[in-house]
């Protein structure tokens, strides 16, 4: 194929790092991938196009996706996709979120994607177990691995929703980079350099469907950090659960989910007001496609490809947290 080709010329001329005959393995799981569009390792195997064994193209496709030499030349290739990217933007909005990949394994993704046309192209993403969801270590470690893969040149704006809390915004502080974030729960906030402690929630009633900006703040009590609030409140979409009898009706997810989209928007960014507006930054938080909806819904939309590929139900045959990086990579090349 002409598409393949192209591929593995440009990744053997920009990725150096990548051996050539794992490159070429590679390659070969790409064509199989087009061929039978299904993103699973027995099928990736039977549809090789070699003239081995079914049984050897399925042991070839296992141990590339476990080959350590692999996982260490893996940053190349997600650098070589940001710098198409991001090359042409000192400021793109790359947005973070964590996912589930396997409830039975307990295994989670931390994804970093940027905005386009309506849906998020990913730019990187790394498997964690569940007992590193959100923690210290693993925020550090994906931001240590995104900033080796962002062009040099570039100042990114980190979008992410109130699953992060302070120790994350100081540590994209750290980089140089700025972030945009919502703001729930129990959070306190005060004036800077004085003691008023209030919860975030009192100022739900000062929103409205105007975005504005209260200036800058102190968030939490523990450990605070100086940023801008914003406030705003979107209008009702009328949406109405739609979730079936015969399928989980009594799950607490859409009542969680409810409250969210009917609570006002509390943002809080490091980034100067003379760079972007309230509104700007309301609607960096949001992407207009047709319709103004959340950001987020972009990002979710890799997970559901991965499951409608019948991703889930490859991965049985001997895999771990390691193997998942590798499906993940090929699924958004």
Not at 47 to 74: M, Q, S, V, Y
């Amino acid at each position: 194929m002409c598409e393949l080709d192209i591929l593995h010329d440009s990744l053997y001329q920009f990725c150096p790092e990548l051996h050539l005959k794992r490159l070429n393995s590679l390659t070969l799981a790409c064509h199989a991938l087009l061929d039978c569009k299904t993103l699973t390792l027995t099928e990736l195997g039977r549809n090789l196009p070699t003239k081995a064994r079914t049984k050897h193209n399925i042991k070839r496709i296992d141990r590339l996706l476990g080959n350590r030499h692999l996982h260490k030349e893996r940053l190349a290739v997600y650098r070589w996709h940001a710098s198409f990217i991001c090359s042409g933007n000192t400021m793109p909005i790359v947005l973070v979120d964590w996912s589930d990949i396997r409830e039975q394994k307990r295994l989670m993704v931390l994804r970093a994607s940027v905005a386009l046309h309506g849906r998020s192209v990913t730019l990187y993403e790394k498997a964690f177990p569940l007992s590193e969801q959100c923690s210290k270590k693993a925020h550090d470690q994906f931001l240590a691995d995104l900033a080796s893969i962002l062009p040099s040149n570039t100042t990114p704006l980190i979008v992410s929703d109130a699953g992060f809390k302070v120790p994350w915004y100081k540590s994209v502080e750290k980089l140089g980079w700025y972030w945009l974030s919502r703001v729930r729960g129990k959070v306190q906030y005060a004036d800077l350099g004085a003691e008023n402690w209030k919860p975030i929630s009192n100022l739900h009633d000062m929103s409205s469907s105007h975005s504005k900006t209260l200036g800058y703040k102190r968030l939490t009590k523990s450990n605070p950090i100086s940023c801008q609030i914003l406030l705003y409140k979107s209008r009702s979409k009328g949406r109405k659960n739609q979730r079936s009898t015969r399928t989980h009706c009594h799950h607490p997810s859409p009542k969680i989910y409810s409250a969210s989209a009917k609570e006002p928007w509390v943002l809080a960014t490091n980034l100067p007001v003379e760079i972007r507006t309230p509104k700007q930054l309301v609607m960096k938080w949001s992407t207009k496609t047709g319709h103004r909806v959340r950001v987020f819904s972009s990002i979710d939309f890799p997970i559901r490809l991965v499951v409608t590929h019948h991703y889930i139900r490859a991965v049985l045959v001997r895999c771990n947290i390691q193997r998942y990086s590798p499906l993940l990579r090929e699924l958004h090349r």
